[in-house]
C-alpha cells in the first residue's frame, strides 16, 4: 500500500551532483545525488557542528559539508577531515541516514524497516513540487480535485493531475503529477492558480 | 573603465560579474557605503547626484544605473542581449522584474545586515511573491529543456536577477522550496569566467579539492 512512504521531491529536480533540502515527518533531511547517480538521505545536521548537509556539495561518490569541509561517503561515515588529513574519522562520525528510494520518478523516504514498497502512479509523469502555507482540505476546495490514498487525484482543463501532499508544521508541499497527455504549462499555471486560491481563503 | 563599488552590494556585483564575463576589466574604487556613507557625501554626489552605486564611468560615459552598465557591457562585447523582438523584449521584462528583487529581496537583505527601516514582514512577503513568480517560469523554461531566463543561453536578464535571489537567505527568505531556482543558480554559477562575492560561491564541484590547493 506504500503508507509507510513519503514523498520528499521529484527526480528531475535532483540530477547526479545535487543536495538539496526537503522535509520528512518535520524532520530536515539533506537529499543528495552522487556522480554516478546514488541517492541518500540523511538528516540535515553535519554531525561536526549542525551546519546544514543541504548546502554542502557533492564530489564524486562523496558530500562535502560546505562549513569545515568534512567528507561523508554515501554510507553516512565521515571519510576525511581537511584539518586532519592524516587522521582517519572514527566510525562514530556518522551522518543519520534514512531509507530513501525512487518510484515513477518521485523521491521517498520511508520508516527504518518499512517492508512495503512506495506507491506507483501509472500513466502519471512528475510535473513539479510546489509549497504553501494552505493546509490539504484548502488545497482539495481550491482544486476541485478528489482525496486519493496519497492526496488529490482528478482532472482539469489541462488534462489529469495528481497531487501528493507532505504536510509538516510550517508548510504543505504539493510533488504534482500531470497524466502522460496533459498540457505541462498551463498545468504548472493551474496549480499556481490552485495555491493562491486556497492561501487567500488560509489569510482570510 | 572605472566601476565605484562596494563589495558587499548586490547591484555592483551584478556589474563585476557582468565584466567578468565578458572579459572587460575594472578599475574598482571602494567607496565607503557602510558605515561611512560616503555615497552621500557632497564630493561623492558631485560625481552621482543620486548618491548611489555603482557607478560606472568610461571616458566620457557616466552610468548611474546598474541595468544600464549591463547594457553597455554586452553591447559592446556582443551577445547576451536576446536576439530577436521577443528575446529583446522578455530581457527588459527581466530587467524590469530585477528592480522589484531589489526592493523586495535586496531590502530585506539590507535590513537584515544594515539595519534599513524597511516593514521586514511586507518586503519578504513581496520576496517570496517574485521567487513565485521565477520559479514558475524557470520551470516553464525547463519543460521546454531550457535552464536560463530568455531563449538557450544567460543573458543580462540571468545577471540582472541572479545576485538578489541568490543573497536572499541573508534577509531572512529561504530558497529551500525553488528546485528550478536551485538549478538555475548551478547553472550560472558554473558559467566560464564566474567570480564570486562573499555569500556566493562558484560551484565547489569546479574547484579544485581543498588539500590539492
Ligand atoms: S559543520 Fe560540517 S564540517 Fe564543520
Given at each position: 500500500m506504500g503508507t509507510e512512504w513519503v514523498a520528499v521531491g521529484l527526480s528531475r529536480d535532483l540530477p547526479a551532483g545535487v543536495a538539496m533540502p526537503a522535509l520528512w515527518q518535520g524532520r530536515e533531511l539533506a537529499v543528495w545525488r552522487s556522480a554516478s547517480g546514488k541517492l541518500s538521505a540523511w538528516n540535515d545536521r553535519c554531525p561536526h557542528r549542525g551546519m546544514r548537509l543541504s548546502h554542502g556539495f557533492v564530489r564524486g561518490e562523496t558530500l562535502a559539508c560546505i562549513y569545515h569541509g568534512w567528507v561523508y561517503g554515501t554510507s553516512g561515515s565521515c571519510i576525511h577531515i581537511p584539518a586532519h588529513p592524516d587522521l582517519v574519522p572514527p566510525a562514530t562520525i556518522k551522518a543519520e541516514t534514512f531509507l530513501c528510494v525512487e518510484a515513477g520518478g518521485v523521491i521517498w523516504v520511508g520508516a527504518a524497516g518499512a517492508t512495503d514498497t512506495p506507491p506507483e502512479f501509472a500513466g502519471y509523469v512528475p510535473l513539479r513540487s510546489v509549497a504553501t502555507q494552505a493546509d490539504a482540505a484548502a488545497l482539495a476546495q481550491a482544486s476541485g480535485l478528489e482525496q486519493a490514498a496519497q492526496g488529490l487525484l482528478g482532472s482539469t482543463a489541462a488534462g489529469g493531475v495528481c497531487l501528493i501532499l507532505s504536510t509538516s508544521q510550517t508548510k504543505t508541499t504539493i510533488h504534482a503529477l500531470a497524466a502522460k497527455e496533459a498540457d505541462r504549462v498551463a498545468l504548472s499555471r493551474w496549480l499556481d492558480g490552485v495555491v493562491r486560491r486556497a492561501e487567500e481563503r488560509v489569510l482570510a | 573603465m572605472i566601476l565605484y563599488d562596494y563589495v558587499l552590494s548586490a547591484s555592483c556585483y551584478k556589474v563585476r560579474l557582468m565584466a567578468a564575463l565578458v572579459g572587460e576589466r575594472l578599475d574598482l574604487q571602494a567607496v565607503d557605503f557602510h558605515p561611512g556613507r560616503e555615497h552621500k557625501s557632497a564630493s561623492f554626489r558631485d560625481l552621482n547626484p543620486a548618491g548611489t552605486l555603482p557607478v560606472l564611468v568610461d571616458g566620457d560615459l557616466l552610468l548611474t544605473e546598474s541595468t544600464a552598465m549591463l547594457v553597455y557591457l554586452a553591447t559592446k562585447a556582443g551577445g547576451w542581449m536576446g536576439s530577436g523582438a521577443v528575446n529583446a523584449a522578455q530581457v527588459q521584462g527581466w530587467l524590469a522584474f530585477s528592480a522589484r528583487l531589489g526592493a523586495s529581496l535586496g531590502m530585506a537583505r539590507l535590513h537584515d545586515m544594515l539595519h534599513y527601516p524597511v516593514d521586514i514582514a511586507a518586503v519578504r512577503r513581496a520576496g517570496v511573491d517574485c521567487l513565485r513568480e521565477l520559479e514558475s517560469h524557470l520551470t516553464e523554461a525547463r519543460f521546454a529543456g531550457r535552464i536560463f531566463l530568455v531563449g538557450d543561453g544567460p543573458t543580462i536578464a540571468d545577471i540582472a536577477c541572479f545576485p538578489n535571489v541568490a543573497l536572499a537567505p541573508d534577509g531572512?527568505?529561504?530558497?529551500?522550496?525553488?528546485p528550478s531556482i536551485r538549478l538555475w543558480m548551478r547553472a550560472i554559477r558554473s558559467l566560464e569566467r564566474f567570480i564570486e562575492m562573499p555569500g556566493i560561491h562558484r560551484l565547489h564541484e569546479l574547484k579544485p579539492a581543498p588539500e590539492a590547493v
Open positions: - | 531572512g527568505v529561504a530558497l529551500d522550496d525553488y
